[in-house]
């Protein structure tokens, strides 16, 4: 049988490793894409020891130019889109960039796949972030948006792009709607990396303090590697659709740093908690209920965050330089 082709952008990010991982597992001819093949990582591909050969195109999603000779060049029979500005935090910083890469990308892969009329299924990382302030909880694929930051409203407009490609041109375009989901390659800017790298330094006194913003909120969290199967799976559908991968529960973030500090047996007194860091705005509570893509996708999840979080102390701790 003929091996199927699939392009990643944003390869060398968690998602895009993890997901490497599983089609080379599936025995797929990989395409990953990269801003700039100067800085090319091939640090996380190294970590998960991905035997395939990994095919690097530099390709800047910004320009139309780069897509369309990528496409033709392979004419892949998936693209999964995880290229993107993908903190909330430096999305107030830096609004502009954030909402013009992580809009205008999108809209120049679909529009590239129509004009070229090929029949590549695309996946589109959407975000729980585009819901923002919720009326009412579980979120499910119709709670209405009302996002909270630039990223989100970047997150939005790429999520309603892709619907309007699949109502309009009959594009195949599935809008993953991922909560958060963490792992041992997740970014040092992202919260539980942090609070478990953080703490890790402590205990081995390199650090004096773990500095955090407000963390009496709660949120959904879950494991990369189980989420990224998720995206595959929506793939092997015969019909796009939108489909949100969470847990279907939330945690507070503070339970998540008392965890930790009492796993790896530090004081509480090295928490400080900096008004500061807040957010300009901010949901008390978010939790997804994943109903559809376990019925429709045949998706697979039950793990609990205590049980990732303990999974993600040992793994750090067993690689720590
Ligand atoms: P990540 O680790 O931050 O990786 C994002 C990748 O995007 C980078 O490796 C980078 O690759 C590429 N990129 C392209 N343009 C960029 C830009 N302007 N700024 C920064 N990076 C840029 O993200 P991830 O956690 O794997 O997430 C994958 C996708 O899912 C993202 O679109 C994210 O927004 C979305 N998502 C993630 C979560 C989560 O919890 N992880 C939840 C919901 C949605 P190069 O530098 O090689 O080009």
Not at 251 to 264: F, G, P, S
Request: charged share 25%; proline share 3%; aromatic share 12%.
């Amino acid at each position: 049988m003929k091996k199927k082709i699939a392009i990643i952008s944003g390869i060398t990010g968690q998602d895009g490793a993890y997901l490497a991982q599983l089609l080379s597992r599936e025995n797929y001819t990989i395409v990953g894409l990269t801003r700039s093949s100067h800085n090319f990582s091939t640090k996380n591909f190294k970590y998960l020891d991905i035997k395939a050969e990994i095919l690097i195109e530099e390709c800047d999603l910004l320009d139309f130019s780069s897509i369309i000779k990528v496409l033709l060049k392979y004419q892949p029979d998936e693209f999964y889109n995880l290229a993107a500005q993908s903190s909330v935090g430096i999305s107030f910083e830096q609004p502009i960039g954030t909402i013009n890469y992580n809009t205008q990308s999108v809209l120049n892969i679909l529009e590239s796949v129509r004009l070229l009329q090929l029949e590549t299924k695309i996946y589109q990382a959407s975000s729980s972030e585009m819901f923002g302030q919720v009326k009412s909880l579980p979120v499910t694929e119709s709670t209405p948006m009302h996002p909270l930051s630039p990223y989100a409203i970047s997150k939005a407009s790429g999520f309603w792009i892709g619907v309007n490609y699949r109502e309009s041109y009959k594009v195949f375009c599935v809008n993953g709607i991922l909560f958060n989901h963490e792992s041992y390659l997740r970014s040092p800017n992202f919260f539980v990396k942090k609070v478990i790298r953080t703490s890790l330094e402590i205990k081995k006194g390199l650090r004096d303090e773990l500095r955090v913003g407000n963390i009496d909120v709660k949120r959904d969290f879950g494991y990369a590697p189980d989420y990224v199967t998720a995206m595959w799976l929506s793939l092997q559908q015969n019909k796009a659709d939108d489909y949100l991968i969470c847990s279907g529960t939330s945690i507070y973030l503070r339970d998540i740093i008392t965890y930790t500090m009492d796993y790896l047996k530090i004081s509480k007194n090295k928490l400080v908690e900096d008004p500061t860091l807040f957010r300009p705005t901010e949901m008390e509570d978010m939790y997804g209920d994943n109903k559809k893509a376990k019925t429709v996708l045949g998706w697979e999840y039950d793990k609990s965050f205590f049980d990732v979080l303990e999974i993600l102390i040992n793994e750090e701790d067993k690689n720590f330089i």
